[in-house]
C-alpha cells in the first residue's frame, strides 16, 4: 500500500509507524485511520517483533483534523455510530495488538493523540510533550479512550483529567503512569530502541502469550463498556452543545453552552 499519511518501515524485527503529517500536527483524519489501520495489519505480518509509534515534526498527534471535525456536524445518528465504531476499533486493535507497542510521543499529543498514547504498552515522552483529554472542551465525549484510562489510572484520576479537559505535561504524566519514561527529545529514539531490543531478547512465543494473557482480564467488560460507548460518542454529536463547541472552537472563540 502508498501510505500518504503514515510512513511504515521494517528493519531488524521492529516496525515503525510514524504519522506523516507534520504540517497539521499530525492530526487523525478518517484515511490516517485507515492507512494506520493497515499498517499495524502490515506490521504484524511482516514477522516484526515490536510496533513503535511516533509522530513527524514537532507533534506526536494533535487530536482529530479541523475537517473532519467539521464534516461531523449534521451527519445522522447512523452514519456517527460508523464513524464512531471504526474509531473505536483502531484504538483497540492498538490496545490489544499481538505485538508489544512503544508510543515515542517527540511532542504535543491531545485527545486521540493522547488516546494512541494511552493505547500502546509502553509510553516514553520528551520533557515538553504536552496531553490531555480535550474532548469536553467542544461539547464531546472521550468515550472510547476513557474505557481505558479507567482500567489505567483509577476513577478518581480518570475524572479529574476527563471531566476538567486540561492540558498536563509529561512529569505530571508519568506521575499517573500513563508515560514510562521521560527523554530528552536527542535520545528518544535512541531509547526507543533499546527499550525494543531489550523485550526483543525474551522469548517473542512468551511475549505474545503474556500480552494476550494481560489483556483478557478486561476483555468482557472491554466488549460492553466499548460497544455503550460508540453510541454514547454518536449520541454527543447530534447535541446543540456540540454544534456549538465545534463552532466555537473553529472561530477560535469561547463557547456558549446551552446543556442541550
Request: glycine share 6%; aromatic share 8%; hydrophobic share 45%.
Amino acid at each position: 500500500m502508498n501510505y500518504t499519511t503514515i510512513e511504515f518501515k521494517r528493519q531488524d524485527g521492529i516496525a515503525t509507524i510514524t504519522l506523516n503529517r507534520p504540517d497539521k500536527r499530525n492530526a487523525i483524519s478518517f484515511q490516517l485511520v485507515d492507512e494506520l489501520m493497515h499498517a499495524l495489519d502490515e506490521a504484524e505480518k511482516s514477522g516484526a517483533q515490536i510496533l513503535i509509534l511516533t509522530g513527524a515534526g514537532k507533534a506526536f498527534c494533535a487530536g482529530m483534523d479541523i475537517d473532519e471535525l467539521k464534516s461531523l456536524v449534521g451527519k445522522t445518528h447512523e452514519q456517527n455510530v460508523k464513524d464512531s465504531a471504526r474509531m473505536a476499533e483502531m484504538f483497540r486493535f492498538l490496545y490489544e495488538y499481538p505485538l508489544p507497542t512503544i508510543a515515542a510521543v517527540n511532542g504535543a499529543a491531545v485527545a486521540g493523540g493522547t488516546g494512541l498514547a494511552t493505547m500502546c504498552d509502553f509510553t516514553l515522552a520528551v520533557p515538553d510533550a504536552k496531553f490531555g483529554y480535550t474532548e469536553v472542551r467542544i461539547g464531546f465525549v472521550p468515550a472510547i479512550v476513557s474505557s481505558i484510562l479507567v482500567w489505567q489510572v483509577g476513577h478518581k484520576i480518570a475524572r479529574d483529567l476527563l471531566l476538567t479537559g486540561r492540558l498536563f505535561d509529561a512529569a505530571e504524566a508519568h506521575l499517573y503512569g500513563l508515560v514510562n519514561e521521560i527523554v530528552e527529545p536527542e535520545r528518544l529514539m535512541t531509547r526507543t530502541h533499546e527499550l525494543a531490543q531489550q523485550i526483543l531478547a525474551n522469548s517473542p512465543s512468551s511475549v505474545r502469550a503474556t500480552k494476550r494473557l494481560i489483556n483478557s482480564f478486561i476483555a468482557k467488560q472491554l466488549d460492553q463498556q466499548i460497544a455503550e460507548a460508540i453510541e454514547d460518542n454518536a449520541r454527543i454529536r447530534t447535541t446543540a452543545d456540540f454544534r456549538e463547541g465545534v463552532a466555537s472552537f473553529l472561530e477560535k472563540r469561547k463557547p456558549v453552552w446551552s446543556g442541550k
